[in-house]
């Protein structure tokens, strides 16, 4: 019988996501009532964010050929490949680049780097967004998995490494780790290029994995740091679902469970949360909730200017 819902200490929204939502919810009460609003690609990847916004005359494209001149185009926290911002401006077309800042952090790297004479190498999964924009700045060898580094050939004295901003820690400290061991002088960067946000949600799910019979992630398929969130839980140990709404709960994951864990994505909306805690009252009646208060992360982003 359920008896108490663990709550993760870091989740929810991160600022990045904060930043772009504030730039497409401010653009449209600027524009007033019927404006149209175009985002490049999804402004976050967390499908009831992106359908709220739809049913409020916000078109989401892939192609920026889709966007009427003279319109708003708001670009996503993912970031975009090099020039795009420029190309769109030349269209006529208003731009708003609400990319996380710190993603820009990582484009930045890639160009003092390589500007100074290094070979970059970029640890990623090449099917992401945030990777697509990132490698566009700059030639780099990609690093995918630990099966890559004996493919790389590099015979440049100076080697710097890149990462995505959404990847799995552990992961991604293995792969340096082996890096090192094939190139010595392995140059990493000052400051992790992995989010504050997403090594929190980390920590904190590893602690829930400690604590809870089962864990749950409320994300989305098509987000990175919601898959890497179950990948974290399991890797400790402790099965874990990742679920889009309560809809997707099943009765059979919690048969024996006494004390579940769940945590919500960095781009997952906290209201998922009250239904999903609703849901479970309903179902399974009256629990203990640890955690009700996540912690402040204390990191905001000034917002984007509006004309």
Not at 28 to 53: D, M, P, Q, S, T
Not at 95 to 107: E, G, Q, R, T
Not at 140 to 151: A, C, P, T
């Amino acid at each position: 019988m359920l008896r108490e819902v663990i709550l993760g200490k870091f989740r929810g929204f991160c600022a990045g996501v904060d930043y772009a939502v504030e730039a497409v919810e401010n653009l449209l009460e600027l524009r007033g009532e019927g404006a149209r609003v175009y985002v490049r690609n999804k402004i976050v990847h967390n499908n009831h964010v992106v359908e709220n916004f739809v049913r409020r005359g916000v078109v989401f494209v892939d192609d920026i050929s889709d966007v009427p001149p003279d319109s708003d185009l708001v670009l996503s926290a993912h970031g975009s490949p090099l020039g795009l911002k420029e190309e769109a401006e030349a269209m006529g077309l208003r731009v708003f680049d609400a990319v996380c800042p710190l993603v820009s952090k990582v484009h930045k790297e890639a160009i003092r780097d390589h500007k100074a004479g290094y070979t970059i190498i970029y640890i990623c999964h090449t099917d992401h967004v945030e990777a697509k924009g990132t490698m566009s700045y700059v030639p780099m060898h990609v690093v995918e998995g630990i099966g890559d580094i004996e493919k790389l050939d590099i015979i440049n004295d100076k080697i710097s490494v890149l990462t995505q901003t959404t990847l799995s820690v552990d992961y991604v400290e293995e792969i340096i780790a082996k890096l090192r061991v094939k190139f010595p002088q392995l140059k990493t960067q000052k400051k992790d290029d992995i989010c504050y946000a997403t090594q929190n949600r980390q920590d904190s799910i590893k602690e829930l994995s400690r604590l809870a019979d089962l864990v749950l992630v409320v994300g989305a398929e098509i987000s990175s740091n919601s898959k890497r969130l179950v990948e974290t839980a399991e890797s400790a140990g402790r099965t874990s679902f990742l679920i889009e709404s309560y809809l997707d709960i099943r009765d059979e994951w919690l048969g024996g469970v006494g004390t579940l864990g769940i945590t919500l994505s960095a781009s997952a909306p906290e209201f998922l949360l009250d239904e999903i805690l609703g849901h479970l009252r309903k179902t399974y009646g009256d629990f203990v909730i640890t955690n009700t208060h996540r912690l402040d992360e204390k990191i905001s982003f000034k917002p984007i200017v509006l004309s």
